[in-house]
């Protein structure tokens, strides 16, 4: 089993440009999450999906949209690329909201 | 909603010395305290959890212990070994909400 993984690794923007990470995980977890991570800052949730069909927003859920595919995949958008989006992304899983989380190798942004 | 918070942000000890993190939270719902490490340039990757039905759980080296009155828990680790250095991070949850997690403490174990 993979459980939980990211693309890409890496990503360079320039302002204004928009792109979309990818989750996935096998281990048939029902929630999923995005979290950003900076320096100090821990982990801080943006958006985050109960269940397949339901998505909801964390506590920094500006300039990002999320699409739960279906129950194995969760990506994340950014319309819009801005330098304060520079950050470590990670993606999680869970049986159930609340449950131990497991998390994904993270793909770090650089908006220029 | 929830908030936790972590002490201290950074810490140094000796070699074979014990660590201890605290972290205080402020939902009385919360019945759900994990404990993630996260090596540099790696994910974090949970290390111990305890339920709010249990006052204290050891595995090996690490503990956890949870005072529900007060609404702290803290993270223990003895006779501390250099592969210990990492940053840690608390967190809380009731069970229906996402976890929210403390801002994470920096150890450093010095040989």
């Known amino acids: 089993n993979a459980g939980v993984t990211q693309t890409p690794k890496f990503q360079v923007l320039k302002t204004g440009q928009s792109m979309t990470l990818q989750c996935a995980q096998d281990?048939?977890?029902?929630?999923m999450y995005w979290y950003r991570q900076d320096p100090g800052m821990g982990l801080r949730l943006i958006y985050y999906?109960?269940?397949?069909?339901?998505?909801d927003k964390g506590e920094v859920p500006n300039g990002y949209n999320v699409s739960r595919l279906n129950k194995r995949e969760f990506s994340l958008r950014l319309e819009s690329a801005a330098p304060s989006q520079t950050s470590v992304y990670f993606c999680?899983?869970?049986?159930?909201?609340?449950?131990?989380?497991?998390f994904g190798p993270g793909t770090r942004l650089t908006v220029l | 909603g929830e908030n936790v918070e972590q002490h201290p942000s950074t810490l140094s000890v000796q070699e074979g010395d014990s660590a201890v993190i605290k972290c205080t939270y402020s939902?009385?719902?919360?019945?759900?305290f994990p404990w993630y490490k996260q090596e540099l340039g790696k994910r974090p990757q949970l290390i111990i959890d305890?339920?709010?039905?249990?006052g204290e759980k050891k595995d090996q080296r690490i503990a956890v212990t949870l005072n529900k009155t007060a609404k702290h828990f803290s993270l223990h680790i003895t006779e501390t070994q250099p592969e210990d250095s990492a940053v840690y991070f608390c967190?809380?949850?009731?069970?229906?909400?996402?976890?929210?997690f403390g801002k994470g403490t920096r150890l450093s174990v010095i040989a």
């Open positions: 939902d009385s719902a919360s019945n759900y």
């Open positions: 967190a809380a949850s009731s069970g229906n909400t996402p976890l929210v």
């Open positions: 281990m048939n977890h029902n929630s």
């Open positions: 305890i339920r709010s039905n249990v």
């Open positions: 999906s109960a269940s397949e069909g339901t998505t």
């Open positions: 999680a899983s869970s049986a159930a909201v609340g449950n131990e989380q497991f």
